[in-house]
């Protein structure tokens, strides 16, 4: 290793190991001098372990010694490695380490760069670098500072060298803690990171109670905190209850929500459709409609949840004999049922009574005579809601001297929305009222 101390103008070479076998030639020129110096291995010397060879003593402080230029030839018969350690500044060292074949030399020029030279006279390469590598306990040089490069450790460095000590993250973290007290942390001081237990000043003021028991617990929780805002049962229950007015329920949305259900009306039963519940009238009463020259009259848009229909005469008649007959509809734009219905008919009177089937176009009743006033009632029930089957009965008196009867039974193709008085023929209701009530 060729050394130049810039304050002490003097030039040294440190050659790896403790013995040299063969010679490296250094030559080396002054700016103050003519002949150069050359040095062999019979001037070699040892000091800690590495081979040194001293090219010039430091001169005396006046006298200034620049070299121009210095050659390291190999004279072995085998390859030999190299390293020049340059103290460029005061403080930047420049260490390069290069191998020479038998016969190359390695060269440098005052104002040039290193360069290793063939024994044909060619330069093969010029040899540039910093600092990369050093080892703990190396003797014979200090770097201060290396400009660049990647510095490969061999051995591990202190804590008191800039290091850890260690070899495992965990260790080094352990290292750098100085303890590993269970319960502990790291926790600074106001001068030191220590380890140390946690103290009541680390834990910031809570604005509430924490140690879970209610009897702890101060103030009222609002709704908005997840209490009730109150502090009674009932009080805490109408907080959260979404009713506001006497008679109101609470209903479930589908949406595991509650919600409010007003107070039906006067007369008014809870009903479900099957899907959520409502008010609906235990009894409902249509409008009653009055004959004058109508040949049908309809009611429509019964609910689906009808169960039971009343048709009410009061003094129906027709302008001749046709049968006044009950017919039934389904859907939304009713489709009127005309055939298949069952049953009979009887008429009782001060003559013999007389029967009649029915004419199977509808719930009828008995023939009469024109202007006879009808006054009864037919009721019509659901017997069967699977195949929409219902079942009508009739009780009517027919004129001074006669009473009808009538039963039968009809099943729809759908759910029954309507109910129609029409009549056999082509006579047309000319007096009387008739209505329906529904259930």
């Not at 070479?13 to 062999?40: K, N, R």
């Not at 009653?288 to 609910?303: G, N, R």
């Amino acid at each position: 290793m060729i050394r130049l101390d810039t304050v002490n103008r003097s030039l040294t070479l440190f050659l790896g190991g403790a013995q040299v076998t063969a010679p490296l030639q250094v030559v080396v020129s002054y700016s103050d001098q003519t002949a150069s110096t050359y040095l062999g291995a019979s001037q070699l010397t040892n000091s800690n372990g590495v081979t040194v060879v001293t090219i010039c003593a430091a001169p005396a402080a006046s006298t200034i010694r620049d070299i121009d230029m210095v050659t390291v030839l190999n004279t072995d018969t085998a390859t030999q490695t190299v390293t020049i350690q340059l103290l460029d500044t005061a403080t930047n060292y420049k260490i390069i380490t290069t191998s020479l074949l038998v016969g190359d030399k390695l060269t440098y020029t005052h104002g040039s760069a290193w360069q290793v030279v063939s024994s044909d006279g060619s330069i093969k390469y010029t040899v540039s670098g910093t600092v990369t590598s050093f080892s703990a306990g190396t003797t014979g040089f200090t770097p201060s500072t290396a400009t660049s490069g990647a510095i490969t450790l061999a051995g591990t460095l202190a804590i008191a060298n800039g290091g850890s000590g260690a070899t495992t993250a965990q260790t080094a973290m352990n290292a750098f803690a100085g303890a590993t007290t269970s319960g502990s942390y790291l926790r600074g001081n106001g001068t030191n990171v220590v380890m140390a237990t946690i103290q009541a000043a680390d834990v910031p003021t809570l604005n509430q109670n924490t140690s879970g028991t209610a009897s702890n617990v101060t103030g009222t929780v609002a709704i908005a905190n997840g209490g009730t805002g109150q502090t009674t049962a009932g009080a805490a229950f109408n907080a959260l209850s979404p009713v506001t007015t006497t008679g109101d329920l609470i209903l479930g949305n589908g949406t595991n929500s509650a919600t409010r259900l007003a107070i039906g009306t006067n007369g008014q039963v809870l009903q479900s459709s099957g899907t959520t519940a409502s008010w609906v009238s235990k009894i409902t009463n249509a409008t009653a409609v009055t004959l004058t020259t109508q040949t049908t009259v309809e009611f429509t848009s019964l609910p689906s949840w009808v169960k039971r229909i009343t048709v009410m005469f009061n003094g129906v008649s027709l302008s001749g004999t046709d049968q006044p007959i009950i017919q039934l509809g389904y859907g939304a734009t009713p489709t009127y049922v005309t055939s298949g219905y069952s049953g009979g008919t009887q008429s009782i009177s001060t003559t013999p009574t007389s029967t009649a089937q029915q004419p199977g176009t509808g719930f009828n009743i008995l023939s009469q005579n024109a202007g006879n006033a009808l006054v009864g009632i037919m009721t019509i029930v659901l017997f069967d809601a699977a195949t929409n089957t219902w079942m009508g009965t009739l009780s009517m008196y027919n004129n001074s001297t006669t009473m009808n009867w009538s039963n039968g039974s009809i099943a729809l193709s759908g759910t029954l929305t309507a109910v129609r008085l029409t009549r056999s023929g082509t006579n047309t209701f000319d007096a009387g009222t008739i209505n329906i009530l529904y259930e």
